[in-house]
């Protein structure tokens, strides 16, 4: 008997919380929702939007996906918008802020807002457009990106476009910043279990893919997946492995999407490439392939995130959902998702010596990971999959339109 989507999800979250969703989408049949950002593939946001734009139109929802049109000199801009928000001391010309604000008004001016009931609009590239539409529905701007220290003249110059927003929704309780639109949600994103990049393999179809790659499993694998992007830090992981590789023998795999809306991704990607050259057994990796990313979750005997900064870190809970434990930094909302001692362990950004004993720990201590692993792949079935997030934005729906 053939399943429809919806219905798959009660293996693994359960009967209660599809009746949930449900219920919740009653009162909300036939709603028009439009979800904006910047691009439809290369990060965790393209990738949600993936399984939860048709999982909405399942329950009731008529659910549709706009893309920012957007020129290379744009993102060059809204990477800086991107780092300022991050706490990087950022100036933008007037001519930087004039393409911005360009951009978004033709995108206001010919996205189909006029369309429908609620418009959701993803990080800062097409954050201001509601400047530039009418104003006839709620609007909702989700932030992905760690708000904790924003650069402050840049944070004012987005704030006078936040403040027109009817809610606000961020990831982490940390990034609920004071001066935001009264409706604050905190809602943390969620991998989908039946997608590719997290479906089950087996075995043999693990070693294929990496055989595929020229990647074999003769020595325990390290790995990052991550955009090569300085917030990353993959220069960092590259440190750890080197350290980690005087005590074990051991092979590093970095994977990472040039994604289209990030600029400086080629730049760190050829700083990556010189440090890696002197180094053996790495692998670097720069092709989509969700598949791939899968198999190398699965293969992995230890999976890095040494961000200096992150808004959530979706790869985590990725890495976790296949039970491999995690050794990550102390920032932003991974630590929703790394509990030390229990699904894996925190370190501090820059600490590469303590990231490098926890690896070796795990690394000589097998029976570690697997108990790691487990306990960690529980921990995103009860709090990271996509029914939960579903179902919150749901409720969110129905708070803002009063239902």
Known sequence: MKYLDIERYIDVAGETVVAEIFAAARPLYGLRVLETNSTFHGGGVAGMLHSLIPLLNEVGIDADWALLYGEPELFQVTKKIHNALQGEPVDLSDEEIAIYLRVNET???????HLHDLIVV???QPLPMIRYAPRRVPWIWRCHIDLSSPYPPVWDFLRAFILRYDAVVVSSEAFAKPGLPTEIAIIPPAIDPFS???KELSPEEVRKELEAHGISLEKPLLLQVSRFDKWKDPLGVL???????QKVDCQLVLIGNMALDDPEGPVIFEQVQAQAARLADVHLVTITDPLLVNALQRAAAV???????????????EALWKGTPVVATNVGGITKQVIPGVTGFLVEPGDYQAAAEATIQL????????RLGAQ??????????????????LRLFRKILGK
């Open 303 to 317: 999976v890095f995130q040494l961000s200096r900064r992150e808004g959530f870190g979706l790869t985590v809970s």
């Open 122 to 124: 993803h990080d800062p």
């Open 239 to 245: 440190k750890v492995y080197e350290l980690v590789k």
């Open 376 to 393: 960690g792949k529980e921990h995103v079935r009860q709090n990271f999959l996509i029914t939960r997030l579903l179902l919150d934005r």
């Open 107 to 113: 995108f206001a001016l010919y996205s189909p807002i």
């Open 363 to 370: 690394l000589q201590n097998p029976e570690l990971r697997l």
């Open 196 to 198: 590719a990049i997290n």
